[in-house]
């Protein structure tokens, strides 16, 4: 059985930063390409980040902005969040691709 665990959601002013981490548990997850996704009230959920062995590829909205990454040792995955703007409030979920599993997601509020 694939879990996958976010936290470091919560709410931060304009222009801050915050970490989210997604630990898994229960599966390879060096095996499995990554991402991060995150749905804002009275929208669809939308794929901000994802990374697999060789490459990761971002949103138009969050370059430049986000990072993500991850750490197979520790089976996590991050996403650096920089420069933080009130449209990037949503709820972040991850997501393994290869279990097609989702977490239970984080709340990122950002305060203007």
């Known amino acids: 059985q694939v879990q996958l665990v976010e936290s470091g959601g919560g709410l931060v002013q304009t222009g801050g930063s915050l970490r989210l981490s997604c630990a898994a548990s229960?599966?390879?997850?060096?095996?499995?390409?990554m991402g991060w996704y995150r749905q804002a009230p009275g929208k669809q959920r939308e794929l901000v980040a994802a990374?697999?062995?060789?490459?990761?590829n971002y949103a138009d909205s969050v370059k430049g902005r986000f990072t993500i990454s991850r750490d197979n040792a520790r089976n996590t995955v991050y996403l650096q969040m920089n420069n933080l703007k009130p449209e990037d409030t949503a709820v972040y979920y991850c997501?393994?691709?290869?279990?097609?599993?989702w977490g239970q997601g984080t709340q990122v509020t950002v305060s203007s």
């Open positions: 997501h393994a691709r290869l279990y097609n599993t």
């Open positions: 229960g599966t390879i997850f060096s095996l499995s390409a």
């Open positions: 990374i697999s062995s060789g490459s990761a």
